[in-house]
């Protein structure tokens, strides 16, 4: 029987303090993980439908699942993902339970929480951290992106199939004022140097459907659709929302 509530582990950051936290769900036996940077949540185990369908939104592009076209070069079972954002790892172990997956590199700017699931401490740690086809990358993403060596500092100017990006709140609420770049034109035809022919760019954002973002994609990728996603919110006692921007190179 876990306590109430528990700080599991808290440090200072380039960022800010960063804190991992444990709490029991009101009126169940649950317990919730979150995470937290500074005054800010970044996630909640409460909350993962919209990190789950960023990675189903974006894969069901890619040959392999029904409907998808199949101009992509790659079978089903060898899709190189990338993942920007680690969080509580859900965006993370929906990709490797989909099985074109065949490599799966996830970025994360903080070392902190690499270690919170290299030592088992948040409930899905075990799955990303042992599983042989995912590496965690210790690297900021957004100066990765701008990088002609990209997100895989193993192979440098390797492309990738995917990219699923979650770590800002949305492209007008971001965590650091220098992410802001990656949302613009020049930021996001840099992004889609790093995907492969066809390759699919997903980003999730907490906010509604933002035309002006989307009209924005679609200068830049061949397609840009925006999709809404509902999940009940049980401390609302009603329905929220976020939205999965899903493009195609």
Known sequence: MSARFEEIDWRPTRLGDLSLRRRRSPGSDDDVYEVKLGDEFLMSSLFTAG?????????????????AGAELSGAVGELDV??????????????LDDPRVRSLVVV?????????????LVPLG??????????LVHADF???????AGLDPRTPGRRFHAVLLDIDHSPRHVLNPRHAALYRPEGLRALGRHLLPGGVFALWSNDPPDEQFTAVLADVFATAEAHIVDFDNPLQ???????VYVTRT
Not at 82 to 95: F, I
Not at 126 to 135: E, F, G, H, K
């Open 142 to 148: 957004f100066e990765a992106v701008g990088d002609p």
């Open 237 to 243: 006692g009603g329905t929220s929302t976020n939205t």
């Open 51 to 67: 990190e789950v369908e960023l990675t189903r939104l974006g894969l069901a592009e890619l040959p392999g699942a029904e409907g």
């Open 108 to 120: 994360e700017a903080l070392g902190e929480v690499i270690d919170w699931h290299e030592r088992h």
């Open 126 to 135: 075990a799955r990303v951290a042992d599983d042989p086809r995912c590496r």
């Open 82 to 95: 990338v993942v920007g954002g680690l969080g509580l790892g859900y965006t993370a172990v929906a990709a």
